[in-house]
């Protein structure tokens, strides 16, 4: 995989780095920082490992899309499952890209910390992820301009709720070929309406929870219930 990725990088030393990297993450070295992975790799310090991360240049979204055209490759399928979550990364400190005081299913509880947006890949030979978005809070980071300089934001870049991308990266997929039977996620991303609608439209099916407290309309549109209520009215025989 490495050399496939390989022209994404210009230098040889980043394109060695970044092998580097790969293999201590996918080590079982117990804490992954720069420091400990420098040290697996047998670097006197974390330089390389943070030069790459920081200052590098190199295309991320391309070695993506490597990635994701080797992953389906291996584990194609076309009832394969889309699946979209997300996932907190605990962190110090206030300069780390969308960081701020928040609640993540990681510790449980509100914490200082990232949140990032993923989409894996389920088949029948395997899973993995496939896509990644960085969570940009409102009013702590895409309300101040200054802190998103600092950070290196891309000017283009600005508030999106968490349905939005989750919504971009399975069109993503979808658009270069990758064969999918439907797509899953929780009610984060169930309550998006233009979620379903796109899937509605491309013919792909999906299963996306909604809150309890969601209401629909039925007898044509005249009546308008909670889902939990109308759960209950469906005799069980009806349920397939």
Request: charged residues 25%; hydrophobic residues 40%; proline residues 5%.
């Given at each position: 995989?490495?050399?496939?990725?390989?022209?994404?990088?210009?230098?040889?030393?980043?394109?060695?780095?970044?092998?580097?990297?790969?293999?201590?993450?996918?080590?079982?070295?117990?804490?992954?920082?720069?420091?400990?992975?420098?040290?697996?790799?047998?670097?006197?310090?974390?330089?390389?490992?943070?030069?790459?991360?920081?200052?590098?240049?190199?295309?991320?979204?391309?070695?993506?899309?490597?990635?994701?055209?080797?992953?389906?490759?291996?584990?194609?399928?076309?009832?394969?499952?889309?699946?979209?979550?997300?996932?907190?990364?605990?962190?110090?400190?206030?300069?780390?890209?969308?960081?701020?005081?928040?609640?993540?299913?990681?510790?449980?509880?509100?914490e200082n910390s990232q949140v990032g947006v993923f989409l894996a890949y389920v088949t029948p030979h395997g899973r993995a992820l496939i896509?990644?978005r960085i969570y940009l809070p409102e009013t702590t980071w895409c309300d101040q301009p200054d802190r998103l300089a600092a950070a290196g934001v891309p000017d283009q870049v600005g508030f999106a709720t968490k349905p939005?991308?989750?919504?971009?990266?399975?069109?993503?997929?979808?658009?270069?070929?990758?064969?999918?039977?439907?797509?899953?996620?929780?009610?984060?991303?169930?309550?998006?309406?233009?979620?379903?609608?796109?899937?509605?439209?491309?013919?792909?099916?999906?299963?996306?929870?909604?809150?309890?407290?969601?209401?629909?309309?039925?007898?044509?549109?005249?009546?308008?219930?909670?889902?939990?209520?109308?759960?209950?009215?469906?005799?069980?025989?009806?349920?397939?």
């Amino acid at each position: 995989m490495v050399t496939r990725v390989a022209g994404r990088f210009v230098r040889a030393e980043p394109r060695r780095t970044a092998g580097q990297l790969v293999e201590g993450l996918l080590s079982g070295v117990e804490r992954k920082t720069c420091w400990s992975l420098a040290e697996r790799a047998g670097h006197a310090d974390p330089q390389a490992m943070q030069r790459l991360l920081r200052t590098a240049v190199w295309d991320a979204d391309a070695v993506r899309d490597d990635v994701r055209e080797w992953l389906v490759e291996q584990l194609g399928h076309p009832d394969a499952v889309l699946v979209c979550d997300e996932t907190g990364f605990l962190k110090k400190g206030v300069c780390s890209v969308g960081v701020q005081r928040q609640y993540t299913g990681t510790a449980g509880r509100v914490e200082n910390s990232q949140v990032g947006v993923f989409l894996a890949y389920v088949t029948p030979h395997g899973r993995a992820l496939i896509d990644r978005r960085i969570y940009l809070p409102e009013t702590t980071w895409c309300d101040q301009p200054d802190r998103l300089a600092a950070a290196g934001v891309p000017d283009q870049v600005g508030f999106a709720t968490k349905p939005a991308p989750a919504r971009q990266m399975i069109a993503a997929a979808l658009d270069v070929g990758v064969p999918v039977g439907w797509v899953t996620g929780d009610e984060v991303y169930g309550a998006d309406p233009g979620r379903r609608g796109d899937l509605e439209h491309r013919g792909i099916g999906y299963v996306l929870a909604v809150g309890c407290d969601r209401r629909v309309h039925v007898n044509d549109g005249r009546t308008l219930v909670r889902v939990d209520d109308l759960a209950e009215r469906i005799p069980i025989t009806e349920w397939q």
